[in-house]
């Protein structure tokens, strides 16, 4: 074949086209978006860093009232203990029951903690946030915080999981995501790193200093809050003993108001908290805690076991004879954080005696949107108009300085290291809730303090989410999360007085199955199992 | 061609072709920074940002290729035959297998492996005229297999998208009838967590390992028809005229929505169906022990909740009478023609009743195909 030159100059045009597209790909072919931001785009400036550190903590306020994606939620703090002796959770949905009962397995785990995506994000960051030229204690302040916010999720890992991946960098190809579980020891070792490491670098400040941001006073109380679940008490009081130093948190005078929206610029007590605003951030605890005649859910319920917790008002429990409890006055004369945490029946509240009894009450307990016990929670909750249930700007504690004081009188107590410092700290608590003293020559022996460093960790943080992880270094399950869990007794409440007639029947909420061999931690999902063949499930599912 | 004068018509016919299909997001080969990911320091909200997606910088077409062979014929100017053997090999997959959560983002897409599906098609006419009668007769049916050949990471939610499985065909475990015995509730292979009673469903152990889990799940049915066919018949005869068009499908399945299907769930109502349930007295039923809150048999999907969604349907049925010609006169009319006319008018199947087995899967809460009746009245001027 020959080829007129007249021809080839022709083709000439379309064989250098073909070569351009095989060889110049890239430069032509990829298009980069003008509307939006890559990562390889981003990363340039202080504001970047700034925005990437706020994405850290947040999610997309649009993906609902909930606010399960972000570091940490109400959805967790004020929902963990029905999962305990302290509550009941009524709805299947909110995926908290089958934690409770036993119920759960791979195919139905419950609440998932498994996502890495927190971690991840962290990771990024402190891999990129180098590249940006900025102000150097800044960048250092930024990354402490990254790091705690990577602790803080693997502090909920180990907690729920046992051993579970330890995982520092950020993983790109999917394939490598493969990975099996760190034993718990690596994982608890890496924390307690972290936390002593940049507890050294953030600032100390209270949560209203701060603005939400983590602080020094943050990382050292959920090392020691570690400290103690691990059993290394000495360390867990060293670390105790140095926020309590901190000068700037208090306890909060008022124990009620400590948990209402209208104290917060007030509130110094807080630690460690997740941020709300209404309108902007919103949360739904007002939807979720109030009882049905005041628009809400009564979606937390207190259980009897609670209760029945609170010492009388004397200081001695309702099992002391000489305590003065009335079998059938169960509420009076009680130590008032019970009403002042718990809604119960013929408790004065927005204008009426609380009636969860009567099958005519808008809050019988047997209604869909009552509580199932016949007891609701009164911490956070606040009557508000219709508008604003699921709109609420209340912050929600995580760690506050009562936790700290009784972390250090029960690691104190543990390490029988028992001076007068511990009943200081236990006393401070109790006063705050108009409580008196410690009895000290009835609570003298370890044994008798242990008892009660328990009890009041109880009463003074129920629903506050501790309670699983406390019965689980405790190792209380046989006793506490296993048979039938019980609500209010059956009665009738009068009205114009709130007196309450009793009846002998007691509400009988679920059946409640503890396995030993789970020893408390949750099943791994299914997808996880089937995506990564190197985890293994844990005993008992 | 001689000596088959009888042959109207034969044509063979082949072809052979590829399509692609970029039907996925934009830049999903590029890590992209989501803003919007806010949170509010001291009240006042901040914006903050995050990559939430996850990319994947080598991603290509998905591509199909189609190889056909076929036969067309008509005999007598009375009988068609049309035959077709088809083999659609789609290559490059457009999906998101799953990954491990330990990555830290939603799955990528990728192109995640190929499938195949072959099948016959078939169709027959036949049409004559005799004493006034007019008539035709046409059926089609069509046969099917849908094969992955291969895929990356296998996704076995109850629905399983894996190698030598159809695709995303249903996934689960298979029932073995109901606990009868306290024997049973003790010594039957273990479901960890799910305190089974008797009256409960009980699954099968497929690897005998003594405890039912992720790993007993095996393939339960699909809702891709094996076979689909139809029918069309049309009738004339003097005044009369009759149109049926009939369709149906085999070798298909549906798994109910748990609304539909269960009595009770989350505060919904009950069928019928449900009083044919388990109780000591009625160790037969076909529904197991009712509960009122969700249980471990209404979690998972096992072999009872896949039910067999075969049917032929009356799709089309549409009788006619034009009025004779003198009174169409008579009235300065072309043509008069009254008819009654009725859509779905017949469904044979042994879904549940009141599920419409031509409905997708899991939406059989939505409005079904109704059934229609027509009279209506034809006037040409």
Known sequence: MTIHRREFLGMFPTLLGTIALGSCTNKYLSVYPTDQLTDVSFWKTENDAKLALTGLYGQNPTAGPNKDQQWESHWNILWWDLMTDNGYSQFPWDNIQVMGNGQLSAANPGRNYYGYSQIRKCNNFLQKVDQIEMDDGKKAAYKAEARFLRAYDYFRKVQFYGDVPLVTEVIDDPAKAQLPANPRSDVVNFILSELGEIAGILPVQNMRQSQGHVTSGSALALKARLELYEGKFEDAMADAQKVKDMPVYDLYPDYRGLFLIDNEAANTESILEVQYAQDTYSNNIWQHVLPAKEGGWSSISAVQSIVDAYEMSNGKTITDPTSGYQVNKPFDNRDPRLQNTILYPGLWFNGRYFDSLDASSPDYHQLAAAPRSGYNVLKYSKVVPASLLQNGGENVMVIRLAEVLLTFAEAAVEANKITGEVYDAIDKVRKRAGMPPVDRAAYATQAKLRELVRRERRVELAFEGLRYWDLKRWDLGPQTLDGPLYGSREGSVNPQTGAVTWSQDRIKIEDRVFYPERKYLLPIPQQELDANPNVKQNAGY | ?381
């Open chain 2, 1 to 381: 061609m001689k000596g088959l004068d009888f042959v109207n018509n034969l044509k063979r016919r082949a072809s052979y072709g590829s399509v692609g299909n970029n039907a996925t997001g934009d830049y999903q080969y590029l890590p992209k920074i989501a803003l919007g990911m806010d949170y509010p320091f001291g009240g006042t909200i901040s914006s903050g940002a995050a990559q939430t997606t996850s990319s994947n910088a080598v991603l290509q077409w998905e591509k199909s290729t189609t190889f056909d062979v076929g036969l067309d014929m008509m005999l007598f100017n009375k009988l068609s035959f049309t035959a077709d053997y088809y083999n659609r090999y789609t290559d490059n997959i457009l999906t998101a297998v799953p990954v491990s959560s330990i990555y830290g983002l939603p799955a990528p897409t990728i192109n995640a492996g190929a499938m195949r599906n072959t099948g016959v098609e078939l169709q027959i006419g036949y049409q004559d005229q005799k004493g006034g009668l007019h008539y035709n007769i046409n059926f089609n049916v069509g046969f099917n297999h849908n094969n992955v050949v291969k895929y990356a990471t296998p996704s076995k939610t109850s629905r399983i998208q894996a190698e030598g499985y159809p695709w995303n065909a249903f996934y689960g475990y298979e029932n073995i009838g109901k606990y009868q015995t306290d024997d049973q509730v003790k010594n039957a292979p273990k479901v960890p967590g799910a305190p089974v009673k008797k009256g409960d469903l009980m699954f099968k152990d497929q690897n005998g390992d003594g405890i039912i889990d992720g790993n007993d799940r095996v393939l339960l049915g699909s809702d891709i028809p094996g076979v689909t066919f139809g029918l069309n018949l049309n009738l004339a005869y003097r005044q009369f005229d009759l149109a049926v068009f009939a369709q149906g499908a085999t070798d298909v399945d549906q798994v109910l929505n748990n609304e539909v299907f269960w009595p009770l769930v989350n505060g919904a109502n009950a069928q019928k169906m449900a009083l044919d349930r388990w109780t000591p007295e009625t160790p037969n039923g076909r529904f197991p022990l009712t509960h009122v809150d969700e249980s471990y048999n209404y979690d998972v999907l096992s072999s009872f909740q896949v039910n067999n969604s075969s049917y032929i349907r009356i799709k089309n049925l549409q009788l006619g009478y034009t009025l004779p010609a003198a009174v169409g006169k008579l009235l300065k009319t072309e043509k008069i023609r009254i008819y009654f006319s009725a859509q779905n008018l017949f469904t044979f199947t042994k879904l549940v009743s009141g599920v419409d087995p031509e409905s997708q899967v899991d939406s059989q809460y939505r409005y079904p195909n109704v059934k229609t009746y027509t009279f209506g009245l034809n006037v040409n001027f």
